[in-house]
C-alpha cells in the first residue's frame, strides 16, 4: 500500500523544500522501495535544482475549458449568469453584451447546463504544464508550472495530482506555502502531513493558522522545528500545550544555509546537520511501517 506524505508550512521561507527534498533523498537511498517527489508549488517549483543527474522524461500541458457565448442564439436571459458562483460571466441585454472573463471561470459547467438556447460552448486554454523526471536511481520527481497570469493553481494542483505513479510506495507532496486553497488542495488526502515551522512570533502564527486546517481535516501530522536554537520558547510551549509531536529540529546553522543556497543541501549535508534530518526520516519510516 502506498505511503503519502505532505511537507506543509504556515508561511514560505521556513525549510519546507529543505526538509522535502532532503527526506526524498534519504527514504530513496535508505529504503528499498520506489519513492516519489512532487513539487505542488506550481508558481514557483524548484526541488529539481537539488538534483543535477535529472533527466526530464515527460511534458504534459494542463488546459481547462472555457465558455464562449454565441451572441447570435444568445436570448439574453441571464440565466447563465445567475449560475456562475465565480461572477465570472457578463450579461448586459440593452447592450446586448456577453462577456466570460477566463481568469475567474473555474470550468466547472453550470452555465451550458443553464443555458437553454444552446448557445454556450467550451474552448480549451492551457494553464500549465507537467513535467516529469528521473534521476539515476530510478527515482522520479514531478512537478507542475503554472503559466504566467494564470490563476488556477489550485486547478494545476489537483491535476498534477491525478497524474503521479500510482505504483510508488512513497509519496512526498512537497505543498505551496501559506493556508489559501492551493495549499489545502496538496495536503488534501496525504496519511501525513509535515509542518515546517520556525520558533519566531510570526512561525507562531502561520503554523496555528496550519494546525487548524490540518486538525480540522482529520489529518495524521507532526512539526519540524527549522532554525532551532534561535527565536523563544513560545513555539516549544504551544506545541506541548497542544500535544503535537516534534519530529525532529533542523539547528540554525552557516554551513547548512550555504549548502542549500549552492544546491548541495540533499548532497553534502554536514555531518553535524544530517543526523536530525536523518532521525526525521527514521521516525516518518516507523510511521509508514505501523
Not at 37 to 60: A, M, R, S, W, Y
Not at 275 to 289: F, G
Request: hydrophobic share 40%.
Amino acid at each position: 500500500m502506498s505511503f503519502s506524505i505532505a511537507i506543509a508550512s504556515g508561511k514560505g521561507g521556513t525549510g519546507k523544500t529543505t526538509v522535502a527534498v532532503s527526506l526524498f533523498n534519504i527514504l530513496s537511498r535508505t529504503l528499498n522501495v520506489k519513492v516519489q517527489l512532487i513539487d505542488c508549488d506550481v508558481e514557483e517549483p524548484n526541488d529539481t535544482l537539488f538534483f543535477p543527474d535529472k533527466q526530464i522524461i515527460g511534458t504534459k500541458a494542463v488546459c481547462k475549458l472555457i465558455p464562449v457565448i454565441n451572441k447570435v442564439e444568445c436570448s439574453w436571459c441571464r440565466r447563465c449568469s445567475e449560475y456562475c458562483e465565480f461572477n465570472a460571466i457578463v450579461i448586459l441585454p440593452m447592450a446586448e453584451y456577453a462577456e466570460i472573463n477566463p481568469g475567474l471561470c473555474h470550468s466547472c459547467g453550470a452555465c451550458l447546463v443553464a443555458c437553454e438556447d444552446d448557445a454556450i460552448s467550451e474552448i480549451s486554454k492551457p494553464i500549465g504544464e507537467i513535467n516529469t523526471f528521473a534521476l539515476s536511481d530510478g527515482s522520479v520527481i514531478k512537478e507542475g508550472i503554472l503559466k504566467i497570469g494564470s490563476a488556477m493553481q489550485t486547478m494545476l494542483i489537483r491535476e498534477l495530482k491525478k497524474n503521479t505513479n500510482e505504483t510508488a510506495d512513497i509519496t512526498i507532496y512537497d505543498a505551496p506555502p501559506g493556508t489559501s486553497c492551493p495549499a489545502v488542495e496538496a495536503v488534501a488526502d496525504a496519511d501525513y502531513v509535515v509542518l515546517v515551522a520556525e520558533p519566531t512570533p510570526f512561525g507562531l502564527h502561520d503554523l496555528k493558522l496550519m494546525t487548524r486546517i490540518i486538525t480540522g481535516a482529520g489529518i495524521p501530522f507532526g512539526v519540524v522545528v527549522n532554525k532551532a536554537g534561535q527565536g523563544d520558547d513560545t513555539l516549544y510551549r504551544f506545541l506541548e500545550e497542544q500535544q503535537i509531536e516534534i519530529i525532529g529540529k533542523i539547528p540554525f546553522s552557516r554551513d547548512f544555509a550555504a549548502a542549500y543556497a549552492k544546491g548541495e543541501i540533499h548532497l553534502n549535508l554536514p555531518s553535524a546537520i544530517s543526523v536530525p534530518l536523518d532521525q526525521i526520516a527514521l521516525q516518518l519510516t516507523k510511521k509508514i511501517v505501523s
